[in-house]
């Protein structure tokens, strides 16, 4: 019960605090900027546009719907999960006159930062609307399910953003290891590619990768596709253990923070 209570604490009896700090995050990222949070939709929107002029009109990737719309179910999900990990990982570092100061879970800090992402996120989600009208898709009667598919996503997330935390506050090349991890990553899931493009005798390899069942499952849930349970089912079994490891690793760290910094 007391680790339940220790998971819970930043969302509970800290909530006001991990709020300020996600409102924070969120004002400082487009403070003296002429568009402001305008730039929460131009960001991904500028990302589609890129990675469709490759891969749908050089490369020829072929999906069974538009490649926008194929592209922007798996980049949306992911450039959420990108941004929150890095800034998670500089999060503590940035935030040195806090922990010298305050006594309060540090945990709430790195979540914090995906807190700010994720309602990035939630605003990107208009230009996906905008897309599926563009371009005719209907949504399917199973689109609901991305609400229990973004919960395995934010496990994984915060799991990785604490690790990330905590390491690059120790060592402060962290943050660049996890910036070229986080680009392989990119090119081993299926992104901007669907996973039929993964030859065969490598497939069950590649299925380890958490993100695979995650991305499939949200592209599924959204255009009507068959679920590979299975993979979703694995997702979530390393989502839960990533996210419970991190959270051990960073607790048992956290009383060197004060110090380090």
Do not use: C
């Not at 949200?218 to 419970?244: C, D, K």
């Amino acid at each position: 019960m007391l680790f339940i209570h220790q998971l819970l604490l930043p969302l509970t009896e800290y909530r006001y605090l991990w709020r300020q700090l996600t409102q924070r995050d969120i004002k400082a990222r487009y403070k003296q900027s002429i568009i402001g949070y305008a730039w929460i939709i131009l960001n991904p929107l500028s990302q589609i546009l890129v990675y469709t002029f490759v891969f749908s009109i050089v490369f020829r990737f072929p999906t069974d719907i538009p490649y926008p719309v194929f592209l922007f179910a798996g980049l949306l999900p992911w450039i959420f999960m990108q941004n929150s990990v890095m800034a998670a990982t500089n999060s503590l570092v940035n935030s040195a006159a806090l922990l010298k100061k305050v006594q309060f879970p540090r945990e709430v800090i790195p979540y914090a930062a995906v807190g700010s992402k994720l309602i990035d996120l939630l605003f990107s989600w208009v230009i996906f609307a905008v897309l599926l009208m563009f371009f005719g898709v209907k949504l399917a009667a199973t689109s609901w399910l991305i609400l229990p598919l973004l919960v395995i996503q934010l496990l994984l997330t915060v799991g990785i953003s604490l690790i990330g935390a905590a390491a690059n506050l120790f060592y402060r090349d962290s943050q660049y290891l996890i910036n070229l991890l986080l680009l392989l990553w990119l090119y081993m899931s299926p992104v901007v590619y669907p996973v039929s493009m993964v030859p065969p005798q490598f497939l069950w390899y590649y299925k380890l990768n958490p993100l695979v069942g995650i991305l499939e499952g949200y592209r599924s849930a959204l255009f009507n596709q068959p679920f590979e349970t299975n993979i979703i089912g694995w997702s979530a079994g390393v989502s839960i253990i990533v996210f419970l490891g991190g959270f051990v690793l960073f607790k048992r760290s956290e009383r060197y923070f004060a110090d380090i910094v």
